[in-house]
């Protein structure tokens, strides 16, 4: 009894504003999912229902990881690593390619994204790394925690899965920086980065601004290994106009949806470019969820949107500064981090400030792999926000 | 914090991090404020025209009313079965929604009873380029397939009835030529740059229907259609409604016209009615004919290629697109341009020996025995070709040409009606360029007894016969005289157009209509047999020859005002072929005008009245 006692008390104690914006964001999804959807006359018409069975058993995930103590994921990180290391590759031979990426794997009539569990690998692989070597002694080592990020990067990248492969690289400096790695490398790094989007972007436009033959740019793209999905999108991005039916459709689309919205959107179930179709059907319940809200609710429903997240991602950095060790600690900025990447890179992408890549909107886009891994993530945060002292 | 030695370096870092993210967000949220609320409407506007299409919707057609109030031209309902595309959508290619919509044709034809008049080519043309409107498979259903169809087949998911207003013309072939008929518009170039897509709508392609179809078309409403990514439709709004076009209110008597078709009867020719007091066209009848409802509710090329290549040329309007050598009827023209210049008077005699020399041309008389010392009011009567030859010299070409060229010969009368041809009204001029030589007297001579290149239409014949009967005034012939737009209480009339007044001497114009008066009422007038009980009439008979010299082709004409004093028709009948004007035409005339006066509704096939 007294055990039970316990475990309720301890559970009391979980963030409950974190919690309140967590079903706030759940029910938005679902809602949008529903109009994005309700008019279809084919089998994903239930994705509302689905969605809503997914989030139902992801809470369930969420309220019972607050149980879990995170501080034994350490024993079974690294076999975790492993696994989905392994899972990886076998995406890569045996996965079911749809829209002409490998990213998903059936095994049990259960379709899993190997992907979303690596992000979750990688943070608690990370935390664990860096909470073993402990403070004090010399700060940790840039390359190592990278070379760890860089094993499951890679392979989703050969997915290929370029926006999900780059989600890791905030999320490494940002356990890094806070598990005290010194912040000159780390700034050097960002510098390094930025130079070399410039140099790709230089490799994607300078040719043809210098008037290369159409071969010529042919074979030095090749050279490079720029994929021809990959140059178009970042084509399409800087010249979104290159290419309004062709690769540019879903970006000029979803920049119509969002500024068509205006201060108080078009009403619920209302939004002509959600319901015409011309946010495209496959999209629109996931990764595009974004325009179809801004798009009926207006500049007032999306900026209220990102407010939930502002609340979810001040409580997830709340929990690792009032974590009891430091594990704890960078484990809540990676996952805090891992939620913020994603909610910029959707909304920046669907806003037209990024290039268009798979980056689901976390807790509202449809997807079920993802969401339940989202919440057993958030699940660990509140674990580690049970067990601050004091 | 206790926890943690090094707690607030790391609060520090923990407070950058969030720093970052909330100047990440802070980034974002500007961003949609630009898109949503700055660029206002930009993007909205391009949201609604992606995924809309405008479409032209036709206003009512207006009605050609005679001048009784009956209606000539009418709008009715045709019920057309149409098909909703989106309904019969399948997944995949296109090719299988077609045969979708190829199965569904079938089973609507076992109940409508007779095969679509849509072919899958149709079928893959409007997926192409009209797929958010309507698939019509089937138009003007009869009331039986009407009744089948709504008894079977109502409620056919994706299937329809659409009512669409046809053309009709309730009296038939009646004055067809006058009023014309539709075909469906093409729609000009205006229009294709506003609207995607634009309702069927008919349009004017001869007679009225033609010359005043701007007003008849009304204004044309718009429809916006919303469309899905693919095209479907999924909406239609009503942006404007669409105006009716006018009614015309048109000078025809329902009742003069009947009885002109009636003297018509088949014989190729034409009747042409005026009233002389304002050049209202009474009547205008033109045989053979055709029904305007046989183009109708769709126009038929095959049909029409037959009817233009009939030898009969039923289609043409003999009335006013088609000339004739005048003969005979032109000699009043020439006897008020003989009086006029003074080189003629009423008592000038000229001799017929049944002939007459001049320059050098032999002028016969139909009379060949001769009519010795002829003056005007005789030789009218008589129609005496010797005394016209000769006052027609001595008057001089060019004062013949100018009276009759004030008098509307030579040029369109500027009717309101649909092609007109002008006819030919020759001079020194005008031989030049055509035949490459000079005028000569012979030429005078012939011309004043109406042949040589004389030609002219009945129109023509009419207007100046009405100008004969009034005293020298010129009315441009009109067929409408009032115009009614829609939701106006009454119509606007048109004023009648003098085109001139010839200004003729009271004792010219008298010593002419004498004459013509001479030419029914007298015992021995060349136009007896025109003559009716219980009003007097006055008119002229002519016979020309055309073609081949002594082939015996001869238009027999007649021209006729009454009554005499107060004269109220002006009329001017021709026949292509007959003996001559006092045997073929007055009989017909007599006929005609008793009817008319008498206020008969129609001729009995014996001639008597009914």
Known sequence: MARIHDMWRLWLRQNWWMTAAIVALLVVGVLFIHSATHLRTDRTRFLDIQQIRWAMGGMAVYWATIWLDYRRLRDAAWAFYGLVVALLVAVLVVGAKIYGARRWLTAFGLVVQPSELAKLAVIVTLATWLAARGRGATPPSIWKAFALAALPMALILKEPDLGTALVFVPITMAMLFTGGASWRPLLALIVAGALAVTALLSIVLLPEMLDMRPERQEALFHRVGLSHYQRDRIEVFLRPDSDPLGAGWNRRQSEIAIGSGGMWGRGYMQGRQNLLGFLPRTVSPTDFIFAVIAEETGFAGDAALLGLYVVLLGCGLMAALQAPDLMGRVLCVGITTLIFSHVFINVAMTGGLLPVTGIPLPLVSYGGTFLVSTLFTLGLVQSVHVRKAG | ?610
């Open chain 2, 1 to 610: 914090m206790a926890a943690l030695d090094a707690g607030a370096h790391d609060a520090l870092r923990v407070a950058g991090l969030a720093a970052l993210m909330a100047a990440a967000l802070l980034l974002l949220t500007a961003n949609l404020w630009r898109i949503q609320v700055r660029t206002v409407g930009k993007f909205d506007q391009d949201a609604v025209e992606q995924s809309t299409r405008a479409l032209r919707v036709p206003g009512a057609r207006g009605r050609l009313l005679a001048r009784g109030g009956e209606v000539l031209a009418d709008n009715r309902p045709a019920c057309n079965v149409a098909l909703d595309l989106a309904v019969f959508r399948r997944a995949g290619r296109w090719a299988r929604t077609v045969d979708e919509v190829l199965r569904e044709l079938d089973e609507l034809r076992h109940i409508i009873g007779r095969p679509p008049s849509l072919t899958a080519a149709d079928i893959d043309r409007h997926i192409q380029s009209r797929l958010p409107m309507p698939l019509i498979a089937w138009r003007d259903l009869s009331p039986e397939e009407l009744a089948r169809f709504m008894e079977q087949a109502d409620g056919r998911p994706g299937v329809d009835v659409v009512v669409e207003p046809v053309r009709a013309y309730p009296q038939g072939s009646r004055a067809a030529h006058v009023l014309g008929y539709v075909g469906r518009a093409g729609g000009d170039a205006e229009d294709k740059r506003t609207y995607q897509f634009v309702l069927s709508e008919s349009e004017g392609r001869a007679g009225l229907e033609k010359r005043w179809n701007k007003e008849l078309c009304g204004q044309p409403g718009t429809a916006r259609l919303d469309v899905d990514v693919t095209g479907f439709r999924r909406g239609l709004t009503v942006e404007r409604s669409p105006e009716p076009g006018a009614d015309l209110h048109l000078t025809l008597d329902l009742r003069i016209q009947k009885l002109a078709e009636a003297a018509l009867g088949d014989m190729p020719g034409a009747i042409v009615m005026l009233d002389p007091n304002c050049g209202d066209v009474l009547a205008m009848a033109s045989a053979p004919g055709f029904d305007p409802n046989a183009f109708l509710p769709v126009f038929s090329a095959s049909l029409w290629e037959t009817l233009n290549q009939d030898p009969a040329k039923p289609m043409l309007n003999r009335a006013m697109s088609e000339v004739y050598a005048p003969g005979s009827v032109f000699k009043p023209v020439v006897a008020s341009a003989a009086l006029s210049s003074g080189r003629v008077t009423t008592e000038t005699l000229f001799e017929c020996a049944g002939y007459a020399v001049i320059g050098g041309l032999r002028i016969r008389c139909w009379n060949t025995a001769g009519h010795g010392s002829v003056a005007l009011r005789r030789g009218i009567e008589q129609s005496c070709n010797a005394y016209f030859a000769q006052a027609g010299a001595q008057c001089g070409w060019d004062a013949i040409y100018e009276l009759a060229r004030r008098m509307g010969f030579g040029q369109p009368t500027g009717i309101d009606g649909y092609y007109e041809v002008a006819g030919v009204l020759p001079n020194d001029a005008w031989k030049r360029q055509h035949w490459h030589e000079g005028w000569r007297l012979g030429d005078t001579a012939n011309c004043s007894i109406g042949q040589g290149a004389l030609a002219v239409t009945p129109l023509q014949m009419a207007a100046a016969t009405a100008a004969l009967a009034n005293g020298g005034r010129v009315f441009r012939p009109r067929f409408v005289r009032g115009v009614q737009r829609a939701g106006e209480a009454a119509p606007a009339w048109l004023a009648p157009v003098l085109v001139r007044d010839l200004q003729w001497k009271p004792e010219l114009a008298r010593a002419v209509r004498q004459g013509m008066y001479d030419v029914i009422m007298s015992p021995t007038g060349t136009g007896r047999r025109a003559r009716i009980e219980g009003a007097a009439l006055a008119g002229k008979t002519g016979t020309a020859e055309f073609g081949v010299k002594g082939s015996g082709s001869k238009h027999t004409w007649m021209i006729v005002f009454g009554p005499y004093e107060a004269p109220r028709y002006a009329l001017a009948m021709l026949f292509e072929q007959g003996d001559s004007g006092g045997s073929t035409v007055a009989p017909r005339v007599r006929r005609l005008m008793q009817s008319v006066m008498d206020g008969a509704e129609e001729l009995a096939p014996d001639g008597s009245h009914t």
